[in-house]
């Protein structure tokens, strides 16, 4: 059954408070509408946390500020509060109700990303939308994360860890990019740590730049 929204109508720092009501109770959002809905060409972008849940971000509020630059450049976005953090299989349909919801609002050229727990996520609802072109994952976890071996080449995948993680190491990325195809690209971070605030900005851009190509 499709989820039914209720959108608060007051935009605070640049989005819209979006709750989607399903069986399985509400999916909390946050959605960011493109500036120029008719020249968006149907592209849109989610973004999901940790196991922690609540609205964590790495790289000093990534999701925050990426997410309203990109309305600027016309992609819509929506960031998603799992319902039961760390539970992959309800993440995953918190993220794919997410997907039909975008659906909703014209988006069918799909971007997304996820940092450390949230990666897996991504990845397991990119194998099962046909509409995602992109995903992203930030020191990701390797457990979960298999499906990357199927994405390829209708998702490009771009991949960052830092050497001084002290959650998960690097070898997780690693491992993740080994099964991947291309179009993929792996990018380590020499002294970096889980939430990459240390090379935040380089994040940003890359990032930036990635779901502007790929969709």
């Known amino acids: 059954m499709p989820a039914r929204a209720q959108t608060d109508g007051t935009l605070m720092g640049g989005y819209q408070a979006v709750t989607l009501s399903t069986a399985r109770g ?6 960011y509408a493109p500036q120029r809905l008719a020249e968006s060409k149907g592209r849109g972008v989610i973004w999901v946390g940790g196991v922690g849940g609540g609205w964590d971000s790495p790289a000093r509020d990534l999701y925050a500020r990426l997410a309203l ?7 819509a976005g929506l960031r998603v509060r799992y319902r039961k953090p760390g539970e992959l299989e309800e993440c995953l349909f918190d993220l794919l109700t997410a997907a039909r ?25 990119a194998a099962k939308l046909s509409q995602v072109r992109a995903v992203v994952t930030l020191a990701t976890q390797g457990r979960g994360a298999e ?40 990018v380590i971070f020499n002294g970096a740590r889980h939430l990459l605030d240390e090379v935040a900005d380089r994040v940003h851009r890359e990032v930036r730049d990635w779901l502007l190509t790929r969709l």
């Open 26 to 31: 509400e999916v909390k959002s946050r959605f």
């Open 69 to 75: 630059e990109l309305a600027g450049e016309d992609l």
């Open 101 to 125: 919801f975008l659906e909703t609002k014209g988006v069918n050229r799909l971007g997304i990303v996820g940092h450390s727990f949230g990666g897996a996520v991504a990845v397991q609802a």
């Open 147 to 186: 499906p990357a071996s199927r994405l390829g080449p209708r998702v490009a995948m771009l991949m960052m860890h830092g050497t001084d993680d002290e959650v998960l190491p690097v070898e997780s990325t690693e491992y993740v990019n080994r099964l991947a195809k291309e179009p993929k690209q792996l």
